[in-house]
């Protein structure tokens, strides 16, 4: 993780959707690398992680909300997600809960069809220095073959730039035979990120 230096790398793992999901009823599995790392470790990083992400965004105020101390105004909101992920990640170390694998896109080890979803939050278009078109095409190629249905957000870089290839990822979604909808949503973190990609197999 190390060598992927953009603000908000590694601080966005604490916001693990499985423990609220499963909460409500639902069973959840989240896929990262650093799941390979030991909670304690974990911990350190998502706490050092959480402060640079801090810094960053109330460093800049035209970009993101901030409070009347001029920080960012979700950093406790982040910080309370940190605390319910940690905690969880703890817990399925010590009893193997099987709510985080240890994986990379693009290859995930499950087999085909196994989720209803797949939510790609903050990865493929969000870091255009270490991931290209073939890249997202063959995340994409994986994530609809252990997925009926793939939800990709935000469509804009880690700066708030639109994914340039945007359209040649749609017409190359044609030829593969996806069925995709662009759906208009609210940016909860950056006001900027309003879309996010549906994907389906036709
Ligand atoms: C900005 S964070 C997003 C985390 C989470 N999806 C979210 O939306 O809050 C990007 C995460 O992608 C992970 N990552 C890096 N390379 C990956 C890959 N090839 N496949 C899956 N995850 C990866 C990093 O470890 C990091 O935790």
């Known amino acids: ?7 908000c790398w590694t601080a966005r793992a604490a916001r ?9 009823g639902g069973r959840a599995t989240s896929v990262d690398p650093c799941y390979a790392t030991p909670a304690p470790a974990l911990a350190e990083l998502v706490r050092r992680e959480l402060d640079r992400v801090t810094a960053w965004t109330s460093s800049q105020p035209g970009r993101f909300p901030l409070d009347d101390a001029g920080v960012w105004l979700h950093a406790s909101a982040w910080q309370t997600a940190a605390r319910t992920f940690l905690t969880d990640y703890a817990l399925d170390r010590d009893h193997g809960t099987g709510h985080y694998q240890a994986a990379a896109l693009p290859g995930l080890p499950f087999p085909g069809g196994t989720f209803s979803v797949a939510l ?19 995340a994409i190629d994986e994530l609809l073959r252990v997925a009926r249905e793939v939800r990709l957000h935000p469509l804009n870089d880690s700066a708030g730039n639109p994914y340039p290839y ?8 044609q030829t593969r035979n996806v069925d995709y909808q662009l759906l208009e949503v609210r940016g909860q973190s950056d006001p ?9 197999r036709s």
Not at 1 to 7: E, I, L, N, V
Not at 16 to 24: G, L
Request: proline share 10%.
């Open 1 to 7: 993780m190390t060598s992927f230096p953009d603000p």
């Open 16 to 24: 693990a959707t499985s423990p609220p999901r499963c909460a409500r």
């Open 120 to 138: 790609c939050g903050f990865l493929l278009f969000t870091y255009p220095r270490h991931f290209d078109l073939d890249f997202h095409l063959r």
């Open 192 to 200: 900027r990120d309003t879309l996010t990609l549906r994907l389906t």
């Open 166 to 173: 945007l359209t040649q990822f749609l017409s190359e979604l």
